[in-house]
């Protein structure tokens, strides 16, 4: 979103600085201040030639943390998502003790949803089969987590901030029947 908003702006920029240091003529040429302005070449970060960043297409890269897939990150999510759907389908357990249980597995922003949810609502007691992980092919740190209950078939969002975090819950819910 930001190499959108700002290569605009650098384009508008060097539009507005052209055309404030060339002024023509009577004979069209050129004012000695146009003539020694700079070009500048803006990437779409706002980077240009000589700023000392690296430009080469080959070679840019996320700014983010290096994650990779592995059997250790599916050995790892596979874990985390079968205990995390055991403890969900508890409808039994005392509310409190439900959510204490569960909260350590859930990601910052689920837990607030999670806090309302009463246990004796959950229509399963039974995960039957699963989970059947699934995820995009370039994304290493967002998995889909599939299982079939005693209630029929529900899904689970697990995520991961780095290579060695842990996998964190985001959601848990029903298959919807098309």
């Not at 003790?97 to 039974?126: C, G, H, Q």
């Amino acid at each position: 979103m930001r190499r959108t908003a700002l290569a605009p702006a650098l384009f508008a920029a060097a539009t507005l600085l052209t055309a404030c240091a060339w002024t023509p003529t009577a004979d069209s040429t050129p004012t000695t201040a146009a003539a020694r302005a700079p070009t500048i070449t803006a990437d779409a970060d706002g980077h240009s030639a000589g700023d000392g960043h690296d430009h080469d297409e080959a070679t840019e890269h996320y700014h983010g943390p290096n994650v990779t897939w592995d059997a250790n990150a599916e050995a790892r999510v596979k874990d985390t998502a079968a205990k995390a759907m055991v403890l969900f389908g508890r409808p039994a357990v005392e509310e409190k003790t439900w959510f204490k249980d569960l909260e350590p597995m859930l990601a910052a922003e689920y837990k607030e949803n999670a806090r309302y949810i009463d246990p004796a609502r959950v229509p399963f007691s039974t995960v039957t089969d699963g989970p059947a992980i699934s995820r995009e092919a370039q994304n290493p740190m967002t998995v889909t987590a599939a299982f079939d209950t005693n209630a029929g078939p529900w899904t689970m969002m697990l995520h991961r901030t780095g290579q060695d975090d842990p996998w964190l819950v985001t959601s848990i819910s029903p298959v919807s029947a098309p």
